[in-house]
């Protein structure tokens, strides 16, 4: 009798094995594609009311965030100080993309560790303004990172392929003054009392 599958090639099997992680790929944190979006965990990265409110508060206080050459610039109009690293149990930040085909986003990680939320374990793409609990907010995805607002306070998260940050915090007043129009602009001056000029007495004639 032949042996079913007996002497196959080396390189016959080598592509047999690409095919398959090709149609089975996974992620960096053990989970399978493709990601939920952030609204099927809305227990954890909130619903759309939420949304809109952290939306409204993201614009209130922070005016951009703009990655430089050696550092992070966050301009802002608050009491914000340098953002800290911070790591959640059961949540674990995979990649980001930034590209001109799609708005940032995040891929996230969430674990059995959480499963009391009611979310399935797997990979989220979660956006600028998703929450991440009750406490914390998504406002800039930059390259391997995520900056969150928790408690009033700036925290980070990262890929364990970045590195640790420089950031530079810019604060500007949110204020604008009122400018008068041109067309009702006048020109001030404070009124000047006209002088009364009396002429030198007049000397009499010599006699």
């Not at 979006?37 to 949304?51: I, K, N, T, V």
């Not at 430089?68 to 059961?90: A, F, K, N, Q, R």
């Amino acid at each position: 009798m032949h042996q079913v599958g007996g002497n196959i090639p080396y390189r016959f099997l080598n592509t047999v094995w690409l095919v398959v992680i090709l149609a089975f790929p996974l992620d960096a944190a053990g989970g399978a594609d493709p990601a939920e979006p952030s609204s099927a965990c809305s227990q954890l990265f909130g619903d759309e009311e939420e949304r809109e409110q952290n939306m409204k508060h993201r614009k209130k206080l922070l005016m951009s965030v703009r990655e430089g050459e050696y550092c992070i610039e966050v301009l802002h109009s608050t009491d914000w100080e340098t953002p800290e690293e911070i790591e959640y149990i059961g949540l674990e930040l995979v990649e980001t993309v930034i590209d001109e085909e799609s708005e940032p986003h995040a891929l996230v990680y969430v674990s059995e560790e959480i499963d009391e939320l009611g979310c399935d374990p797997g990979n989220y793409v979660v956006e600028v303004d998703d929450s991440i609990g009750e406490e914390a907010r998504v406002l800039a995805i930059l390259q391997d990172l995520v900056l969150i607002e928790e408690n009033e306070d700036l925290k980070f998260l990262k890929t364990e392929e970045a590195g640790n940050p420089v950031w530079r915090m810019i604060w500007k007043s949110s204020w604008k003054l009122l400018k008068t129009p041109d067309s009702s602009r006048k020109a001030h001056h404070p009124s000047r009392r006209r002088r009364k000029h009396t002429r030198p007495p007049r000397r009499g004639r010599r006699r």
